[in-house]
């Protein structure tokens, strides 16, 4: 993503899914948070001033929330790469996205405080 285009940033996103690469992951479930720069032209709600011309932050993050708590993944980066898409599918202003998901205290033998994944998808 050009660090000079338009940009919309929910960072901090978390919510409490059931995606991971054994059974009891997928029962037990995590705790996960997401970041996302949305690449949209904001120069008509610049002037506007107006909710129509945007993309609604709050509605993606509604969405992104239902996504990652309703769906059920194996990996990480399948679980980015469906909210990508999701994204991309239900809101044409988005031009392109940088997400990333991390997984909040991961079971692994070690003391790590996330593992996760960034990804970038356009149109």
Same mark, same amino acid.
């Given at each position: 993503?050009?660090?000079?285009?338009?940009?919309i940033l929910i960072q901090g996103l978390e919510f409490y899914g059931y995606h991971g690469a054994s059974d009891e992951e997928q029962e037990v479930g995590h705790r996960f948070v997401i970041?996302?720069?949305l690449e949209v032209d904001l120069s008509v709600? /610049?002037?506007s001033d107006a909710l129509a011309d945007t993309v609604s932050y709050a509605r993606v993050a509604r969405r992104l929330v239902e996504v990652g708590t309703h769906d059920k993944y194996r990996l990480v980066e399948a679980l980015a790469e469906g909210l990508c898409q999701m994204v991309l599918l239900e809101?044409? /202003?988005v031009n392109a996205l940088e997400l990333c998901v991390r997984k909040s205290y991961p079971p692994v033998n070690m003391i790590v405080s996330s593992v996760g994944v960034r990804i970038?998808?356009?149109?």
């Open positions: 993503m050009d660090a000079r285009s338009d940009a970041d996302v720069v709600a /610049g002037k809101f044409p /202003g970038y998808r356009s149109r």
